[in-house]
């Protein structure tokens, strides 16, 4: 059995699973063809994270998560999670990175968004959206700028799944600055818990807009059947998508090999 810890959470839909194992798979053994001993299966909940008595604690002795053991074994803390010292792998999003999680952890490499309409590369922006028939539909920028249609969005109810989402609120945070204005233009603000719950709070009329980023969008629009009544009215400036990321204490032969494999696979 394996020492490491590896997880997929960001994409992770219930309708999801079976493509994100497989994915899981393929990195796995690429990672063990490299002498790496990735564990068989990814984590889902607090309960497949390894006891770490006393909490989790930084290179100083901070305590800056609590032990996995004493958290909801159904549930997964994705802090803890990204600061696991067993972790070999897994997603997170710039917004942590940028508020402090770089400092536990190193980076591996980023996925591609080629595949989806708003990506390019390591890029990838988010798609604004409202209900259908409130403004029009529009696609993304060839070139990655933002279209940000802010008379449209002025006075709306916005909500974002999480105050440290780069694709939720950051990026749309910014783009409005660069535009002299701010997400005072909304009239009120929520957080939702995620992507999906957003998409859902519009097409139910409890919410305006959302941003939402592009691979989740094309999740949305495979998945959720209430996508159907939500549109894409605008677009943020294309930025570097989810990082994959290992622990700080993971060792540089081992972080080496891991790159390797994920460029390999790219």
Not at 15 to 21: A, G, K, L, N
């Amino acid at each position: 059995m394996s020492d490491f810890v590896a997880a997929l959470p960001m994409y992770d839909w219930p309708e999801m699973r079976i493509e994100v194992d497989a994915q899981w798979a393929r990195l796995r053994d690429a990672f063990r063809q490299k002498g790496i001993d990735a564990p068989q299966t990814i984590a889902r909940v607090n309960a497949d994270l390894r006891p770490v008595e006393g909490g989790i604690r930084d290179a100083a002795g901070a305590v800056i998560a609590p032990d996995p053991a004493t958290l909801p074994p159904d549930e997964l803390d994705f802090h803890g999670l990204w600061v696991h010292p067993a972790l070999l792998f897994a997603q997170t999003c710039w917004g942590p990175m940028e508020l402090g999680l770089s400092k536990h952890v190193q980076v591996i490499g980023q996925p591609n968004y080629d595949a989806f309409e708003g990506g390019q590369g390591e890029l990838y922006s988010s798609a604004i959206v409202m209900r259908v028939g409130e403004a029009p539909t529009v696609g993304s920028t060839s070139d990655g700028s933002p279209f940000i249609p802010i008379d449209i969005l002025r006075g709306k109810h916005f909500t974002f799944n999480s105050l440290d989402s780069m694709s939720g609120i950051i990026a749309l945070t910014r783009d409005l600055k660069a535009l002299g204005d701010s997400l005072d233009i909304f009239s009120e603000r929520s957080e939702s818990g995620g992507h999906r719950a957003s998409i859902v709070a519009i097409a139910e009329g409890k919410a305006d807009v959302a941003a939402i980023d592009c691979q989740s969008w094309a999740l949305a629009r495979r998945f959720e059947p209430v996508a159907e009544a939500v549109t894409v009215v605008g677009w943020t400036t294309r930025r570097k998508g989810l990082p994959f990321i290992t622990a700080k204490a993971t060792p540089e032969k081992i972080v080496v090999a891991l790159r390797e494999a994920v460029a390999a696979l790219a």
